[in-house]
């Protein structure tokens, strides 16, 4: 006989302060989502109205590097929209054959993010050897100008952005997105600045170049951590070696199987297994003060444990488990 628990540590019988506690924490995590919304949309403001000039200056300038920076702020303006709609689907209640919601949504969001920035960089580093081959004129003034000015709007954007959690690949993939941007400003203003005192152009299209690496980088780790978790991947920093190991430790445990551990979004690991306790003891006990463990040293509250009474062995199942009694 087995039993199937999907429950928090230390849920013995509901207290009036475990509800208002639960309460409080719910309300302090929307005020924090709601504050990530407006930093979000502030900086996705800045970025929709110099997208709108850089493109124009860009063009009259015939600067790739500008053009270069104005797509990346495009795909700025269009990673932030993402993240906004994924954090709105990702506050829907669990419902119907969606057990978990939609908060898969912002890992979907960053994965779009990633692959955007990859297929840029490709782009561009194709135009960028194009024009080292056959360069056309580039008005480095005002490239340096615009490229000064967006290193200013970019600037307020990182520091807008850094405000949110980052601990969401969501809102990283979107930071990350906007700190490209800043660092490819900076290599523009320079290109523009050396065009201009020297008549050299090619070195536009190595600051494309420059940008462009710098969006594979940030592309490829967006690509690579939201893969993890589609993935179903253990969260990075929660090693289920080690994680196995600490649950065999909790005294009455004689083996544990089919270890899974995973992140159903950022911020969210979660973890099943079956536990085999000694006989001696109550199954249920040990399967509390195995989750109490889970939460305070590897803050996993999403926990699914199958308990059984071990044989002589440590393994299998020879008797049922001891029902609790009410604490």
């Given at each position: 006989m087995t039993s199937?628990?999907?429950?928090?540590?230390?849920?013995?019988?509901?207290?009036?302060?475990?509800?208002?506690?639960?309460?409080?924490?719910?309300?302090?995590?929307?005020?924090?989502?709601?504050?990530?919304?407006?930093?979000?949309?502030?900086?996705?403001?800045?970025?929709?109205?110099?997208?709108?000039?850089?493109?124009?200056?860009?063009?009259?300038?015939?600067?790739?590097?500008?053009?270069?920076?104005?797509?990346?702020?495009?795909?700025?303006?269009?990673?932030?929209?993402?993240?906004?709609?994924?954090?709105?689907?990702?506050?829907?209640?669990?419902?119907?054959?969606?057990?978990?919601?939609?908060?898969?949504?912002?890992?979907?969001?960053?994965?779009?993010?990633?692959?955007?920035?990859?297929?840029?960089?490709?782009?561009?580093?194709?135009?960028?050897?194009?024009?080292?081959?056959?360069?056309?004129?580039?008005?480095?003034?005002?490239?340096?100008?615009?490229?000064?000015?967006?290193?200013?709007?970019?600037?307020?954007?990182?520091?807008?952005?850094?405000?949110?959690?980052?601990?969401?690949?969501?809102?990283?993939?979107?930071?990350?997105?906007?700190?490209?941007?800043?660092?490819?400003?900076?290599?523009?203003?320079?290109?523009?600045?050396?065009?201009?005192?020297?008549?050299?152009?090619?070195?536009?299209?190595?600051?494309?170049?420059?940008?462009?690496?710098?969006?594979?980088?940030?592309?490829?780790?967006?690509?690579?951590?939201?893969?993890?978790?589609?993935?179903?991947?253990?969260p990075r920093g929660?090693?289920?070696?080690?994680?196995?190991?600490?649950?065999?430790?909790?005294?009455?445990?004689?083996?544990?199987?089919?270890?899974?551990?995973?992140?159903?979004?950022?911020?969210?690991?979660?973890?099943?297994?079956?536990?085999?306790?000694?006989?001696?003891?109550?199954?249920?006990?040990?399967?509390?003060?195995?989750?109490?463990?889970?939460?305070?040293?590897?803050?996993?509250?999403?926990?699914?444990?199958?308990?059984?009474?071990?044989?002589?062995?440590?393994?299998?199942?020879?008797?049922?488990?001891?029902?609790?009694?009410?604490?």
């Amino acid at each position: 006989m087995t039993s199937h628990h999907h429950d928090h540590p230390h849920d013995h019988a509901p207290h009036a302060h475990d509800d208002a506690h639960a309460h409080d924490h719910g309300h302090s995590h929307a005020i924090a989502q709601d504050a990530d919304r407006r930093y979000l949309a502030v900086a996705l403001a800045l970025l929709l109205g110099f997208t709108v000039v850089e493109v124009a200056v860009g063009l009259i300038a015939g600067s790739l590097a500008l053009i270069s920076d104005a797509g990346h702020l495009l795909t700025d303006a269009a990673a932030i929209a993402l993240a906004l709609w994924a954090m709105s689907l990702a506050k829907r209640p669990a419902s119907g054959s969606y057990t978990f919601g939609l908060k898969r949504a912002e890992i979907l969001s960053a994965q779009i993010n990633g692959l955007s920035l990859l297929l840029l960089s490709a782009w561009f580093i194709i135009e960028a050897v194009v024009r080292l081959i056959t360069p056309p004129r580039v008005d480095g003034a005002l490239v340096t100008v615009v490229a000064t000015v967006g290193i200013g709007v970019n600037l307020v954007a990182v520091w807008v952005m850094s405000k949110a959690n980052r601990q969401s690949l969501n809102v990283e993939g979107s930071f990350q997105h906007i700190l490209t941007d800043l660092y490819a400003f900076i290599a523009t203003a320079v290109a523009g600045a050396i065009v201009w005192w020297t008549g050299w152009n090619r070195v536009d299209s190595i600051a494309a170049l420059v940008v462009a690496a710098l969006m594979f980088k940030a592309g490829y780790a967006l690509v690579r951590d939201s893969g993890r978790v589609f993935l179903e991947a253990a969260p990075r920093g929660l090693n289920p070696t080690t994680i196995g190991q600490a649950m065999r430790a909790v005294d009455g445990i004689t083996a544990v199987e089919d270890l899974h551990v995973w992140e159903v979004t950022s911020g969210m690991p979660a973890l099943s297994a079956h536990l085999f306790v000694n006989r001696a003891l109550d199954c249920h006990d040990t399967r509390r003060e195995v989750q109490a463990m889970l939460a305070e040293r590897f803050a996993i509250t999403h926990v699914t444990l199958q308990t059984d009474h071990a044989d002589e062995d440590g393994r299998g199942t020879r008797a049922p488990c001891a029902f609790s009694h009410a604490h």
